[in-house]
């Protein structure tokens, strides 16, 4: 296995759902089949530099971070990650169902929830801890990726110890349809996106899933290498 490649485990959709479907074209790559889409042809008569929009959420696919990407460290294969995978997906759990909702965040244009969800953080605290055994400590390159002068001391103090800033209170969960935007651009971007989101009738949207997403080389856009429906608790 290389040395380079990364791991990271993901929500993302049951890749044959409309709303797949809508992230994959949106953003002009499916995860799943690891393969270019196109984009609606539409969409390209509004904005006909959307494939220069997207291409920075292009690389990891449509997807919400649970598990931030990590390498494996040298006690761990894959075979080992894929199997936790399935055992932490088969334990009996509440799935949280959040309202998605498109809103900017960050200068990005992101699927949100509409109102924080206290079980979709603890889901995301579980994978942040349960998958920390598997990851390589940061290296000084990565670390400095990170900017730690621009974080908080608490922000610098979860890099350090998960390998990523935004988890426990700081976790938001986002599924990014874009690339950074100019404040110009934003109000109209959000308003078309709202537009073709709102044609899914996604009212409610269930977090039943985790997917085990692979970048195998630097550089190189991650896919999904398996993914594992989430065990409902009995009511």
């Known amino acids: 296995m290389s040395r380079f490649s990364r791991y990271a485990i993901y929500y993302a959709p049951e890749a044959d759902s409309a709303f797949a479907q809508f992230g994959a074209s949106m953003l002009g790559y499916d995860a799943a089949s690891a393969s270019d889409v196109d984009h609606p042809a539409d969409l390209i008569d509004v904005v006909a530099d959307w494939h220069d929009l997207t291409s920075d959420p292009r690389n990891y696919g449509f997807h919400a971070t ?5 390498a494996l460290n040298d006690a761990a294969d894959e075979t080992q990650l894929i199997e936790a995978c399935a055992r932490f997906a088969a334990t009996a759990r509440d799935i949280p169902v959040i309202a998605p909702v498109v809103q900017a965040i960050s200068g990005f244009i992101a699927i949100v929830p509409s109102v924080p969800s206290p079980s979709l953080a603890a889901l995301a605290q579980e ?109």
């Open 66 to 70: 649970l598990k931030a990407p990590f």
């Open 127 to 235: 994978c942040v801890e349960a998958f920390d055994g598997f990851r390589a400590p940061l290296t000084l390159a990565d670390r400095a990726r990170r900017k730690p002068d621009r974080l908080s001391a608490r922000l610098v103090a979860q890099l350090d110890r998960w390998g990523y800033p935004y988890v426990m209170d700081d976790f938001r969960f986002h599924m990014t349809l874009t690339g950074r935007l100019p404040d110009t651009r934003q109000p109209d971007i959000i308003a078309l996106l709202q537009q073709r989101f709102e044609a899914l009738r996604l009212k409610t949207l269930a977090i039943d899933r985790i997917a085990l997403f692979k970048q195998d080389l630097a550089g190189s856009r991650f896919r999904i290498v398996e993914d594992f429906a989430l065990s409902h608790r009995p009511k």
